[in-house]
């Protein structure tokens, strides 16, 4: 009756898994957002290390982790995976249900992954400050802490109404010695134009992107990074599903039958799910399914369009292909931070539209019922952001309930939420508003995404 299954430092893969290897079609190009142009590395060097423009569009399938790295990494990883048996018996369900938790990282999410190797390229390319932008403050506190680790300094630009919602984020933020303002910030020609035009706005993660990539574009010694949605995110993230791919076999449950995460720019779950899906793919895993959950405030991937749109709302980033909801939206005020994004990663969006992965969306009151469910049968207090997931979860093992199927669920437990305790105070307080899905402001948004050809 094991609990955990936990894998030794050494077992940290040495490389990552890159999908792009594997695509059942290629990714169409992106655009220079000025130019309209193909993009090229030409485009990217003025803002990100010469590795990661690299990894961006490599195909080699695997890819070495840098022994400097992987040695930060093992402060936490491997990270555990744990069968949820008190919320089997919660649910009286006959399914397995797994998770990888991603919360025992020193920020408390799956967010270092990534920001400790993009710190890295990023020294060794000689940058010395890096600009960024945070929606829950997950990303933000991970970028912090990854570039104290290489002695960089750091600039976060944070949503305005998750700054508000969470000063511990910002706190802790100055603890790794990082820069936080409130976005959109006096800092940044695109921060006073928003301000100028709702001085009141909540922010969005689109509206910080524009003043993150601004900073960098401004400052020789700064490069900017970006905490999900590129493909070298989703790259950096698959130690999640390698790891588990490991622990499922130590468990005897090797094909999972389904595979859950929620998704804000998509890299948690690209993360978890990729692997499973190369054995999918490769006919392994037949008939194992993937779904990715959001909010219904915000349901890029459920409700948006396949197109061509930029990843910020001033239109300065490369314009990909993906799903969006456009990117002129400002999601309403969410708790899920994290999740208030417009947009999702090419390579989720991809195999999304060839039908590899579905997707779910949900109000928030019912997702903190089961956030306050899991907490009260696993003993942890999750992240937002991670609480999709878990409803996702509780309704297939629920189903399993009422056929008596013996499914094996996993799923990516992405964070802890020990700085949204005030969100869990306003459900407990009756006072979370549910959104209804915000239909004109996306039909009018979406009139305005760029044209490419
Ligand atoms: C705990 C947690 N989970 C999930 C997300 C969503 O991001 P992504 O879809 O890139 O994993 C965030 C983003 O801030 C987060 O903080």
Avoid at 8 to 35: C, F, G, H, K
Wanted: glycine share 8%.
């Amino acid at each position: 009756m094991e609990t955990k299954y936990i894998l030794d430092e050494n077992d940290l893969p040495r490389q990552w898994y890159n999908i792009q290897a594997d695509l059942p079609v290629p990714l169409s190009p992106s655009y220079n957002p000025q130019t309209k142009e193909p993009i090229g590395p030409d485009d990217l060097a003025p803002i990100f290390a010469s590795e990661i423009i690299r990894q961006e569009v490599s195909t080699e399938r695997y890819i070495d982790i840098p022994s400097e790295v992987r040695d930060i990494l093992t402060l936490w990883r491997p990270s555990p995976l744990y069968r949820a048996r008190r919320l089997e018996k919660l649910l009286k369900t006959p399914a397995k249900i797994f998770y990888k938790y991603e919360g025992v990282s020193p920020p408390g999410s799956h967010k270092p992954n990534t920001a400790v190797a993009q710190a890295y390229y990023n020294m060794k390319d000689g940058i010395e400050r890096i600009a960024t932008e945070t929606g829950a403050g997950q990303w933000g506190s991970s970028l912090a802490f990854a570039t104290k680790l290489f002695d960089m300094e750091c600039k976060v630009y944070m949503v305005r109404g998750s700054y508000d919602q969470k000063p511990y984020r910002k706190m802790m933020m100055q603890c790794w010695g990082a820069d936080c303002i409130a976005s959109p910030s006096p800092d940044t020609n695109a921060g006073r134009a928003m301000l100028e035009k709702d001085p009141d706005t909540s922010g969005s993660l689109g509206m910080a992107i524009s003043e993150a990539v601004e900073d960098a574009a401004s400052h020789a010694n700064t490069n900017y990074s970006l905490g999900s949605v590129l493909n070298h995110v989703c790259l950096h993230q698959s130690v999640i599903g390698l790891e588990a791919m490991e622990q499922l076999k130590m468990a005897g449950e090797e094909t999972p039958d389904v595979v859950i995460g929620c998704a804000g720019g998509g890299s948690n779950y690209a993360g978890l799910a990729f692997p499973f899906i190369r054995e999918k793919m490769a006919g392994r895993m037949p008939d194992c399914r993937f779904i990715a959950t959001e909010p219904s405030a915000c349901p890029t991937l459920t409700k948006g369009l396949y197109a061509y749109d930029f990843g910020d709302m001033s239109g300065y980033t490369p314009i990909m292909q993906m799903y969006t909801l456009g990117h002129g939206f400002v999601p309403p005020a969410i708790h899920a931070g994290g999740l208030r994004y417009h947009g999702m990663a090419p390579l989720v969006s991809l195999l999304h539209h060839e039908g590899l992965i579905d997707s779910i969306s949900y109000h928030q009151n019912e997702v903190f019922a089961a956030a306050v469910a899991f907490c009260r049968s696993e003993g942890i207090i999750v992240a937002p952001e991670s609480a999709h997931a878990i409803k996702t979860v509780m309704d297939v093992a629920a189903e399993c309930t009422r056929t008596g199927e013996e499914k094996t669920i996993v799923f990516n437990c992405s964070g802890h939420g020990h700085f949204d305790l005030s969100s869990y105070e306003a459900y407990f307080a009756g006072a979370l508003p549910d959104y209804e899905y915000p239909a004109e402001l996306i039909a009018a948004s979406l009139k305005n995404l760029p044209k490419i050809h």
